[in-house]
């Protein structure tokens, strides 16, 4: 495992894809294939069964499962971070229990969603899952419908093994993080250059990353206002729905994984499609992951 200062160096880090085999089973292969393309491209870690890695979609078995074997093959290239956190906390207390006997480098814990919370309930989840490992807060208030608000957050920093915050906040909100010293990592991909360069954020916990890693390395590591200004349009894109759709419909349109969706996601519709078509194929192919995009074959596709 590395330090908590070792982990806060991490400017990129992917929320990285879970692909599918047609039986609906995780496709280690892919999978593997994804990850080696964002080693390639200099990611500093990646997130497994997050949001994107659809963890909401698993049983706990495949998640623990996927959780260590990227710790068994990549945890000397990249940081580890398991998406542990649940709405229940037992059941958040006993998975991260699990991850790090498998040895992830950090968790990723959100607040309790849905079945929502008091703010001393919140205080309290987070008290019982920070005692257990190093981790990174996650907060999203369009998912949870509660916003962690600096006066939850800024007590919580103060534990030994809080990393830092992803939030999707809003700049404002991490500009006044970073300048008392709690590390941020937007989860806002469309805001993420300007969080970076301009508002002091560690990084980025990215989606777009899936896509064009090798891009976003450059959004972090240097100021560059005409390559963030002229992927807005594919950022913007790959929220036309909610995450994970459009990335999922992204990485198939390429070929870098098969056609198949775990429901309740489906594709992308034929216009939307399009749209995505036009702005992957904007791009160099060499900054893709697959090859150029084009728009998927419905009989292809298998809903599962």
């Known amino acids: 495992m590395r330090s908590l200062e070792q982990i806060k160096q991490a400017s990129l880090i992917t929320a990285i894809k879970t692909p599918y085999l047609t039986s609906g089973e995780i496709d280690l292969t892919t999978y593997d294939f994804l990850v080696e393309q964002q080693i390639a491209a200099g990611v500093d870690g990646i997130v497994v069964g997050g949001t994107t890695g659809e963890g909401q979609l698993m049983n706990w078995e495949e998640h623990l499962m996927l959780i260590a074997h990227s710790v068994n093959k990549y945890s000397d290239k990249l940081i580890i971070v398991g998406n542990t956190g649940s709405n229940n906390t037992r059941e958040a207390i006993k998975a991260t229990e699990y991850g790090f006997a498998s040895g992830m480098d950090a968790a990723l814990q959100i607040n309790p969603y849905y079945g929502r919370t008091s703010i001393a309930g919140v205080k309290e989840h987070f008290k019982r899952v920070l005692a257990i490992g190093p981790a990174f807060i996650y907060n999203v208030a369009g998912r949870t419908g ?123 519709n034929t216009q939307q499609q399009a749209q995505g078509v036009a702005l992957i194929n904007q791009r160099e192919e060499h900054d893709i992951i697959g090859q150029h995009a084009a728009k998927l074959v419905e009989q292809d596709v298998i809903l599962l």
């Open 146 to 268: 509660q916003d962690l608000t600096p006066d939850i957050i800024e007590p919580l920093a103060q534990h030994e093994n809080f990393i830092g915050v992803k939030e999707c906040g809003g700049n404002e909100r991490i500009n006044h993080y970073e300048q008392q010293g709690i590390a941020c990592w937007s989860g806002n991909d469309d805001e993420a250059h300007d969080a970076r360069h301009t508002y002091k954020a560690h990084g980025v916990i990215s989606v777009t990353s899936n896509l064009i890693p090798g891009l976003f390395r450059e959004l972090m590591d240097q100021p560059n206002a005409q390559l963030n200004e002229s992927l807005q349009p594919l950022m913007k894109w790959l929220f036309c729905e909610p995450n994970p759709i459009a990335i999922n419909t992204a990485l198939m349109m390429t070929g870098a994984v098969k056609p198949v969706f775990r429901l309740p996601y489906v594709p992308l």
